[in-house]
């Protein structure tokens, strides 16, 4: 299957990855005002990207 889908396999791997991380970073916090700041300020980050990779689409869409 991964020499099928190698490209989906990587953005699988890289998901986890970065799950895990986030994951470890809200976990390993021992303040509760620490740890919702660090979630608050990822939540705002995949936000950010997300609109970004929205805008790639639509000007991807929009040259053809």
Not at 57 to 62: G, K, L, Q
């Given at each position: 299957?991964?020499?099928?889908?190698?490209?989906?396999?990587?953005?699988?791997?890289?998901?986890?990855?970065?799950?895990?991380?986030a994951a470890t970073e809200i976990c390993t916090e021992p303040n509760v005002k620490n740890r919702t700041k660090k979630l608050s300020k990822m939540m705002e980050i995949a936000q950010v990207w997300l609109t970004c990779q929205m805008l790639i689409?639509?000007?991807?869409?929009?040259a053809y």
């Open positions: 299957r991964e020499l099928k889908a190698p490209n989906i396999f990587g953005m699988i791997n890289w998901f986890n990855t970065v799950s895990r991380w689409n639509i000007d991807r869409n929009v």
